[in-house]
């Protein structure tokens, strides 16, 4: 699993990175929505070629119960996941 693997090159687009500062997250919050949260949603395809983007959601340690939404895109074949959005499900 890409997720829990510590060989994993993680990509953040500059929306994430603005999103995890105003949402006071850390990367280890997304790392544990990945291994624990949920995907209800059938994969989209990407704007990339040959990928799939997914939602995962759930609460982490730092989103104070409340649900945190996960956009990734996962190269299993280059160990990245990148990560294309985040945010509070209920906003």
Same mark, same amino acid.
């Given at each position: 699993m890409l997720a829990i693997d510590d060989k994993t090159k993680?990509?953040?687009?500059g929306r994430v990175k603005e999103r995890f500062q105003e949402r006071n997250l850390l +990367?280890?919050? +997304?790392r544990y929505l990945l291994k624990f949260g949920y995907v209800y949603d059938d994969a989209e395809e990407s704007t990339k070629n040959g990928f799939w983007k997914y939602k995962v959601e759930g609460t982490t340690p730092n989103s104070e119960t409340r649900t945190l939404l996960v956009v990734i895109i996962p190269d299993f074949q280059h160990r990245t996941i990148e990560m294309v959005t985040v945010h509070w499900k209920d906003n």
């Open positions: 993680w990509v953040l687009t +990367i280890a919050d +997304i």
